[in-house]
């Protein structure tokens, strides 16, 4: 079985030797002359408009056909807001234990708002949604309030042309908490891999050991 990962990136010559080994079931390996035969099921994925793809000569059609034998169309997140409390729960779960903070919890308004959400990035959105109100909310308890505040600081954020210049609320975290809370969790994401955590940071594995030091974190070599 192969598994084809968003198949609307797939290079011209490389659709057309796929598609000759679709049909044919055959193929010739680079540098070697042998045709050489091969039995596979192919499994593709994509979120990109093929039928857009098609017409501009990006995808070829007759390649589509042999590939969409059978769909299976996985629904977005918005489309099954029953999901969203179980998904939320378990990154909140991940979060209380990278982060040592046990008590973390959503409350059953944050909860509703979720729901709420039509979350264009589906799991991924979700996911870094409860990530960043563990990191910039003081508190165990994360309350709707605080999610809409960093929705639309967000939102202002991707208006001003920078995504990524999240702060916290004025007296809810200090810089050095910040600080101490993104090296954990880079800690925790990497399996306490040092040389990893400080290309993560950008920092010197001298710079990363100080700043471990000064908050008192481990982590193993």
């Known amino acids: ?71 299976l169309r996985v629904p977005p997140l918005r489309e099954r807001p029953g999901d969203v409390r179980l998904l939320a729960a378990h990154f909140l779960a991940r979060c209380a234990q990278d982060y040592a903070r046990p008590g973390l919890a ?60 999240y702060v916290p609320h004025p007296g809810s975290m200090t810089l050095d908490q910040m600080e101490r809370a993104m090296i954990a969790n880079c800690v925790g994401h990497y399996g306490g891999n040092l040389t990893r955590v400080a290309e993560a940071l950008g920092l010197s594995r001298a710079a990363l050991y100080r700043r471990l030091e000064k908050y008192g974190l481990q982590a193993r070599s």
Request: hydrophobic residues 40%.
């Open 1 to 71: 079985t192969i598994f084809l990962d968003e198949i609307g990136e797939v290079d011209p010559s490389a659709q057309v030797k796929l598609l000759r080994v679709l049909q044919d079931s055959s193929y010739e390996a680079l540098g070697s002359s042998q045709t050489r035969t091969v039995d596979v099921r192919v499994v593709s994925a994509t979120n990109r408009e093929l039928g857009e793809m098609i017409a501009t000569g990006a995808f070829r059609e007759d390649l589509l056909y042999r590939l969409n034998l059978i769909t």
């Open 106 to 165: 959503l409350s059953p308004a944050a909860l509703a708002w979720l729901e709420r959400q039509p979350f264009p990035g589906n799991v991924r959105q979700l996911k870094q949604t409860i990530e960043r109100a563990v990191l910039l909310q003081g508190g165990d308890l994360i309350d709707s309030r605080e999610l809409a505040a960093l929705a639309e600081l967000e939102r202002e954020n991707l208006e001003q042309g920078d995504p990524g210049a």
